[in-house]
């Protein structure tokens, strides 16, 4: 087996061992979590085993709808194209947003698992999320003038389920001793998904398309749509951190990776035969441009302005840093013992979450995905917080002995951008024979797998040759969130990204595997907090000789 090295407990243990806490700074968000007894279950047997017919919001999957395969399973769409949006095709992105994220809740095992607060407690309940982006898109649509106050569905809801993503140590709603009955929620997320539909109906003729920015009153709907793929993502994330008595594989969503069958072959893995050895490719300095540039599709706020950096020569890993290379790092002590390694909040948050490892490792040597557990994949990407990457680097410096000037660190977002910019040049000068992927190669996105695959799988960039530099796992940077110049927060959701610029969340980009529309575009720039996790990992740095 894989297991002589790992240590106790695992994600899908019911005690919640190794949690996601948040440093001692942030203590009170645990605090003030309540302290309720916990919602008492409404009989709500529905909810264990396969869902039927009447589980769709919209509609059912079926062979031959946008965003659904011939064996009937869901996928996320791409971005849609804001300069000709007519009804057909958003009703279609509408629609294909809805049966991904019904897909993914067709995951959750009994009326429990929707009450269910993550052991560490900063996050809601699941069913809090089932009901979240329904009332956004009323909320939005309301502000954005696309509907009257008298068209709310249920303004109780629209309040009840508003908000509630980054932990917010003010807030003792959490545990309500009485959310709505799940039953409940579904109604509402489908008269929800009929109000918008009414919007849609009001758009323009099929042949003309209408051209949409940020000053559009249809901005407000592409944001709904949008926010909930992201709520989508940042669930799934939440189910692969729940006990796994909770979980049932959806049948509408595509299965792990095939690599995910493979046997483990040693519970020491070996660079070269169980994942890739290390290999840094060296890059010109250049200028990066960061922000939008009228790419043809939706944006949140903070990816619009302009910040224009000289890039220094640099080296970064072909693939992002990988299981088998991580192992070594949690061998060598890394956890355990080395808090010269960590940021003075990193070790915080590390002994005030006993991790030993990174959270998906399991005690019994297995990896622990969305839905189930499978053997450990040493070369696919480690997935850990930025606490845990930043002290990966610092380990691997001193291991090779490397000068601070040299040192190993996460890339930058300006390096990322201006390897992304490369490779899309040259794809165009060389008449795009990769197609539509910008020369960024084959991206593990829009749920085509419900997990990550090998750092080395697929066709790398078309210049530099990197992996992954689009999907599979997001990517952390060095970076903190910060605005660009001339951002500007947009009127219909202004605490979107302010409040992220306060020094405590770090830029991620590039969007994972579970990570569709906007939000898997190569142009999307996202922030979390440095405990927080997500399907990321990160990709080795360094400042050139």
């Known amino acids: 087996t894989c297991s002589a090295v790992l240590l106790d407990g695992c994600s899908g243990d019911l005690d919640g061992a190794h949690h996601t806490a948040a440093p001692p700074a942030l203590n009170a968000a645990v605090a003030l979590a309540p302290t309720e007894a916990p919602n008492p279950l409404r009989g709500e047997a529905w909810l264990s085993g396969a869902r039927d017919g009447r589980w769709w919001t919209a509609r059912q999957p079926e062979a031959g709808t946008p965003g659904v395969d011939a064996d009937g399973r869901v996928r996320g769409l791409p971005a849609i194209d804001v300069r000709a949006l007519s009804r057909q095709s958003l009703q279609a992105y509408l629609d294909n947003a809805a049966m991904v994220d019904d897909a993914l809740f067709a995951g959750l095992h009994g009326e429990q698992s929707f009450l269910e607060l993550a052991p560490h407690k900063l996050r809601k309940p699941q069913v809090f999320y089932y009901g979240h982006a329904a009332a956004f898109n009323v909320n939005k649509l309301l502000l ?245 990457a930043v002290a990966f680097c610092a380990w691997r410096s001193e291991a090779e002995a490397l000068s601070p000037a040299r040192a190993f660190r996460p890339a930058s977002e300006a390096e990322l951008a201006l390897l992304r910019a490369r490779n899309a040049q040259a794809h165009l000068a060389a008449g795009e024979p990769y197609g539509t992927d910008g020369g960024l190669g084959a991206a593990n996105r829009g749920l085509q797998w419900a997990s990550e695959q090998p750092v080395n799988a697929g066709r790398p960039a078309f210049e530099t040759k990197h992996h992954d530099l689009l999907g599979n796992v997001w990517e952390h940077c060095v970076d903190e969130a910060a605005a660009l110049e001339g951002y500007e927060p947009h009127k219909l959701y202004l605490e979107y990204s302010e409040p992220a610029f306060d020094g405590r969340h770090h830029m991620l980009v590039g969007g994972s595997f579970a990570s569709s529309g906007g939000f898997a575009s190569a142009r999307t720039r996202n922030y979390f907090r440095p405990h927080f996790l997500q399907h990321a990992g990160f990709r080795l740095a360094r400042s050139a000789a």
Request: hydrophobic share 40%; proline share 7%; aromatic share 10%.
């Open 144 to 388: 954005g003038g696309l509907i009257s106050e008298s068209e709310r569905v249920n303004p109780a809801f629209e309040q009840l389920f508003e908000a509630g993503v980054d932990e917010h140590p003010h807030e003792k709603g959490w545990a309500k001793s009485q959310w709505p009955a799940v039953a409940e929620v579904l109604e509402y997320r489908k008269a929800v998904h009929r109000l918008v539909s009414r919007v849609i109906a009001r758009v323009g003729d099929e042949a003309r398309g209408v051209a949409v920015d940020q000053t559009h009153p249809l901005w407000a709907l592409l944001m709904g749509i949008e926010h909930q793929r992201v709520h989508t993502e940042t669930s799934s994330v939440l189910f692969r951190e729940m006990p796994l008595a909770l979980l049932q594989p959806s049948a509408q969503l595509a299965p792990p990776h095939p690599s995910a069958a493979r046997a483990c072959r040693t519970p020491t893995p070996e660079a070269g035969l169980d994942f890739p050895a290390t290999e840094l490719l060296a890059s010109a300095g250049g200028r990066a441009e960061l922000g939008r540039h009228g790419e043809p599709e939706f944006g949140w706020d903070l990816e619009y302005g302009l910040r224009a950096v000289e890039v220094a020569p640099f080296e970064t890993g072909r693939c992002k840093v990988s299981n088998g290379d991580y192992f070594a790092f949690v061998q060598a002590g890394g956890y355990a013992r080395r808090k010269d390694l960590w940021s003075e909040e990193g070790w915080a948050w590390r002994e005030l979450a006993g991790a030993q490892r990174p959270r998906f490792w399991c005690a019994d040597g297995k990896l622990r995905l969305v839905f189930q557990e499978v053997e450990m994949q040493w070369d696919w990407p480690a997935v850990v917080n930025h606490h845990e």
